[in-house]
């Protein structure tokens, strides 16, 4: 994760939501990614391309969970990151 991400860990409750987001990450919930893009997300975990969900904490804030194609490397961070 950024550095950022992490340091927004210190309070509880966004801890809770970044550890409760890679869970669903993991159990192929992509969140609030639109449906277009959740079959697209389906896809490419048979086909070996880049996954990106969203997730959002409240209004204002909000993380993506990115994993490579070769699934060399996997970063949650906020949006204003990438």
């Known amino acids: 994760m950024t550095r950022e991400v992490a340091l927004r860990r210190e309070n509880k409750d966004f801890d809770k939501f970044v550890n409760d987001s890679i869970a669903r990450y993991a159990r192929c919930d992509w969140g609030d990614t639109c449906d277009e893009d959740k ?3 389906d896809y490419a975990v048979k086909n070996n391309d880049r996954i990106l ?3 959002k904490y409240n209004d204002t804030t909000t993380i993506w969970i990115i994993t490579e194609w070769d699934r060399s490397v996997t970063t949650v961070l906020f949006p204003s990151e990438y």
């Open 53 to 55: 969900a969203v997730y």
């Open 39 to 41: 079959m697209t997300n």
